[in-house]
Nanobody, 124 residues
Framework: VQLVESGGGSVQAGGSLRLSCTAS????????MGWLRRQAPEKEPEGVA????????SYAEPVRGRFTVSKDNRVNTLYLQMTSLKPEDTAMYFC??????????????????WGQGTQVTVSS
């Protein structure tokens, strides 16, 4: 399983970014896909959003209503549209894949496959 993120960067508070994650090496449609983030190297990673094989999505409370997770199965790509960004959204964002059920980014340890991460920095 290979996951490669892109789309991170620096933005001012209130701005938007879209992250992408291209997957390869496995049957993409059969996996729970998630976005996770680590706000500092010494902090534990936390779940952001997930989308299951049927397209059902779930979100962590801090991002609900501002972030949207989606996927395009034709090109094996996962997306995270982030709007109304806040300084506390600053983190390294990771794309992750799992076969566990239920499909939820709340269960970070259920995701054995991670990308290398892409940095998002939101300034006030």
């Amino acid at each position: 399983v290979q996951l490669v993120e892109s789309g991170g960067g620096s933005v001012q508070a209130g701005g938007s970014l879209r992250l992408s994650c291209t997957a390869s090496g496995y049957t993409y449609n059969n996996y729970c896909m998630g976005w996770l983030r680590r706000q500092a190297p010494e902090k534990e990673p936390e779940g952001v959003a997930s989308i299951d094989s049927d397209g059902v999505t779930s979100y962590a409370e801090p991002v609900r209503g501002r972030f949207t997770v989606s996927k395009d199965n034709r090109v094996n790509t996962l997306y995270l549209q982030m709007t109304s960004l806040k300084p506390e959204d600053t983190a390294m964002y990771f794309c992750a894949a799992s076969r566990a059920l239920p499909c939820s980014s709340d269960y970070v340890s259920d995701f054995p496959y991670w990308g290398q991460g892409t940095q998002v920095t939101v300034s006030s």
